[in-house]
């Protein structure tokens, strides 16, 4: 091999090594944009319907329409645990506060209709009624 052959080849793993570094922190910086664990582990739609406590069918519903995060592998949905948790964190009833509110009534007020004798048995029946 002449020395032109051999400078050609060291400069081939050159880039290469280049190249490889280049891939390796894209990698990197394209996992802190995602903010996604590589070792987090994706559920199966089954695995997801356990854990939001519904059947298969309802899990994959909500996958297929977004209320769930997923992502669509083939024909497969696949989900994070972390997903699902905040998915059912998000739907979590909160108890009522419970004070006693104060309820305000209208007091009607009787109108005359009409006119009464004072004394007379009518006005007595009205004036002993409550208001």
Do not use: H
Not at 52 to 70: D, L, T
Not at 93 to 113: M, T
């Amino acid at each position: 091999m002449t020395i032109i052959g051999e400078q050609v080849k060291v400069l081939q793993l050159d880039q290469d090594k280049a190249v490889d570094e280049t891939v390796r922190r894209a990698a990197i910086l394209l996992e802190d944009l995602l903010e996604v664990d590589p070792q987090a582990e994706m559920l199966t739609i089954r695995q997801a319907s356990e854990l939001m406590g519904c059947s298969y069918g309802e899990a994959r519903k909500r996958m297929q329409e977004g209320r769930v995060k997923a992502i669509k592998d083939g024909r497969w949905y696949r989900t994070r645990r972390e997903w699902v948790e905040q998915y059912l964190a998000d739907r979590l009833v909160q108890k009522p506060d419970l004070q006693p509110a104060e309820i305000k009534q209208k007091r009607s007020k009787n109108k005359q209709v009409g006119n009464f004798k004072k004394g007379g048995l009518a006005y007595e029946f009205l004036r002993s009624r409550p208001d």
